[in-house]
Each structure stands twice: as structure tokens, then as C-alpha cells.
């Protein structure tokens, strides 16, 4: 954990006990703050209460005499409207901030210098994420890996110039993070996101951009026009940094996506980088980018080959994004249960073909209307959860489908029919183009359900 000795002696108010917002009362009573904890929800004051820490309501307490709150990036900040903790503390002229912006000010007290890579994007920072710490990790740094992935960043070791910490950032944790000021800060695609809690996608974008603003070195993806544009304002400013980019190959300086090749132009010249292809791990025109961007994160130790081809073909991946589980026989089982909008299952449908796909759950907007283009891809469908009759309308006549109601049986379908298919390699992919809230808690449960499964089908005899 990190103490946060740059709160010492100061009043802060952390509203939201999750598990970022339990981890930052700790940090900053251990720093030496006065820390008053609140949070609506009893269950959350109930665990802080176990935990020890100092529970205080903060809707009767008056804020005036307080440094800061520190905001869990769940709770509403500006939209749909303020919460009511974030008004009171605005009119009591307390600074708003979260558990990044915690780190900062800490990292610059402490060491300032020290490696901070930060990450954000709509889509793909998970996964950049785990393969910027991998990297790094194969050079033989001491690497931690934490924030919107999962693990709180003040639960991490506290910033030193032996350490690189890689922490992905959500547009909500970037908000309440006004002074970032990473050593390297990623921004991979800007798309519209989170438009109830941000309001508009102006604003939304403007938020993503204060990530690369602030960072020593910026990397910016420049495949879609917000970024592209966040990109020529950097380079006004002179700012430090590299554009990568899978759709411009003509770029004279940066790293691109050549088939599948990773390649850095330096003034119009090209250096192959690496190959991706045959890395599981990096399927997929959307690995290439966030392939890129790692490299580019790296700095100059992305010009040692050797070491940055290793690193690329040993990671390992993220579960339940485009996650091989096994062959049983010729059939080739892919879990992409974080794909839960018709956005996400295009990435693997374009990545994959001879597809047994099990879709459904519960619908997002405008379902998978816009993944028509690719069902030539699929051999067959198998519908699953609440949005089947909706997804059986918009596939038509277009491929075969079959309604299976839940994963088990579709798991069961799938995998009948792709090992009898003629041709060499089906792929039976659960990408379901939906939330799972229909049947299981979140993503997670849904993949690993469908990886349980398919584990118990490879203890089977295959079909002769």
C-alpha cells in the first residue's frame, strides 16, 4: 500500500467504499490525514466498518474545513446530475478528486521521476495495459499493474525509480484526476462511451485528451478523428511522443500495422518490428493497434528486437477477450465474453472465420444490426438469453440459427455441429454482442461458466 505522507495533517472526506475508495482511506489515514469515510450504500459501510476505518455521515457534516473529497469514480460527477455529496462539496469549496490524482501528487512528492505509464482508450486499454507491464517485465523491470484493471492503484508499492507502474485509466477516474502527469500516457481510439455520465461526446473526448496533455511522453493512436486530432494538437505544442496507427501506412513517423507486421517509420523509412502473426494472444487488426502502442510505450528499449519479439509472443493475454481454451480435435474453442456490444463481437468476427458463434444475452443499442456485413463469417448461429427472438429478426435468412436458451446447450450445439463441419479449423466463439445481466453477474462469470464447459468437452473423446 501506499502511504500518502503528501495528505499528512490534512481533513479529507472519501465518499464511496468500494474497493479503490477502502484502499484510499487506508493510504491516506496511514499517510497521517484525518480521514472522514461515507458511503449510500450499508453493505459498503459495513465492510469499511469491519476494516476499521472512521465512518462519518457525511450528509449531516458540514465539508467547510476540509482540504479534499475523494470521490470513488462511480459515483456521478457532473452527469446525469451531480451527486448530492459532489454539490455539497462544491459548495463548500472542497477540491473533488479521486485515487489516481492521489498517486500523482504522491509520485511527486516522493519521486517524481519514477516510471508511470497511464492508459486510456474506449476500447482495447485493458489489454495494452497487461502487454505494456508484460514488456516491461521481459527487460527485467519490477513492474505493477493496477487501476481500472482491476487492482486499486494506491494498494500497489509506492512509486520509486525501480518500479514501473502501469496503471489503466477509465474516463471516470480521468476526471477526478486533474493534475496526471504520467511519464508516458497512452491514448488508443476515442468512440462514443459513457455519454450518460459525461454528457457529450466533446466532452467525453476532452477528457480522454487531458491523459496525453499533462504526460512527459505522449503515444496517441490516430486511427479515428478524435485521436487524430488530440494527435496534431500535441504536435503543435512540440509535445514528446509517437503516433501509431493501423490504417495509415503512408505515416512518415511512428509505428503501423503493416498485414501483420508491426513496423516503425522513421522519416519515411520502414524497420520491422515484429511479426504478429501466430500470437494467439495478438489476433486481430485491434491487437495490432494496442501491439503498437505497447511498443511505443517502451521508448528507446522498443529498438531492441530481440527482447521486444520475446516479449510479444509470450503474452500470455487477458481472459475472456478472444481467450483460446483448447482444440478438441480439430475444433478450436475461443472465449470472447468481454465482448458485450455488437462493437466489441466485430473485432472477432473480423479476426476469425468458419465460426460457430454463440451470441445473445442482454441487448445493448441497436443489437448486432451492424455486424450484418460480417455473417458470411458464421456458419451458424446459436442464440442464447433475452435477446434471441430480437437477434433471430436481424439474422434472417442470412445463415442458420438455432435458439439454445442458455450457454450449456448452445456449448452443447456448437461444438455437435463444428466437429462434423468439412472444412480443417471451426471455431466455436462465444462473443455474445451483449451484458450477461440476463443470466450471470457480470462478464466474467459468463466466461468462465463457458470455459468450464468447454474444459469438460476436452475431457471427452472427440468424434472419430
Known sequence: MIKLTSFAGKKVAVFGLGASGRVSAEALIAGGAAVAAWDDQPASRDKAAAQGLPLVDLSVTDLKGFDSLV????????????????????????????????????????????????ITGTNGKSTTTALIAHLFATFGYRVEIGGNIGTPILSLSPPAPEIVHVIECS???????????????????????????????????????????????????????????????????????????????QIEDGIILDGTRLVRRVQGRSLTIADLAGIP??????????????????????????????????????????????????????????????????????????????????????????????????????????????????????????????????????????ERAATDAPIVLLSPACASFDQFPDFEKRGDRFRELVVAKLAEQPMA
Not at 77 to 86: A, G, M
Not at 344 to 350: I, M
Open 171 to 249: 474516463s471516470f477516474q480521468i476526471d477526478l484526476a486533474p493534475t496526471l502527469d504520467p511519464w508516458v500516457g497512452v491514448l488508443l481510439n476515442v468512440t462514443p462511451d459513457h455519454l450518460d455520465r459525461h454528457g457529450t461526446m466533446q466532452n467525453y473526448a476532452a477528457i480522454k485528451e487531458r491523459l496525453v496533455a499533462r504526460a512527459d511522453v505522449a503515444v496517441v493512436a490516430i486511427d479515428d478523428a478524435v485521436t487524430l486530432a488530440v494527435a496534431e494538437r500535441l504536435r503543435e505544442r512540440r509535445k514528446p511522443g509517437t503516433s501509431v496507427s493501423v490504417t495509415r501506412p
Open 71 to 118: 470521490l470513488a469514480p462511480g459515483v456521478p460527477l457532473t452527469h446525469p446530475q451531480p451527486h448530492w455529496i459532489v454539490s455539497k462539496a462544491r459548495e463548500a469549496g472542497v477540491e473533488i478528486i479521486g485515487d489516481i490524482e492521489l498517486f500523482c501528487r504522491e509520485r511527486r512528492a516522493i519521486a517524481p521521476k519514477s516510471p508511470f505509464v497511464a
Open 281 to 418: 494472444s495478438l489476433r486481430g487488426t485491434h491487437n495490432g493497434q494496442n501491439a503498437a502502442a505497447a511498443v511505443a510505450a517502451l521508448g528507446t528499449h522498443g529498438f531492441h528486437l530481440d527482447l521486444v519479439t520475446k516479449g510479444l509472443e509470450t503474452f500470455p493475454g487477458l481472459p475472456h477477450r478472444l481467450e483460446e481454451i483448447g482444440h478438441r480435435g480439430k475444433v478450436l474453442f475461443i472465449n470472447d465474453s468481454k465482448a458485450t456490444n455488437a462493437d466489441a463481437a466485430e473485432k472477432a468476427l473480423l479476426s476469425l472465420d468458419d465460426i460457430y458463434w454463440i451470441v445473445g444475452g442482454r441487448a445493448k443499442e441497436g443489437g448486432i444490426v451492424p455486424l450484418r456485413p460480417l455473417f458470411s463469417k458464421v456458419v451458424k448461429a446459436y442464440l442464447v438469453g433475452e435477446a434471441s427472438d430480437l437477434f433471430a429478426s436481424t439474422i434472417g435468412d442470412a445463415i442458420p440459427y438455432e435458439f439454445c436458451g442458455t450457454l450449456d446447450v448452445a456449448v452443447d450445439r456448437a461444438t455437435h455441429d463444428a
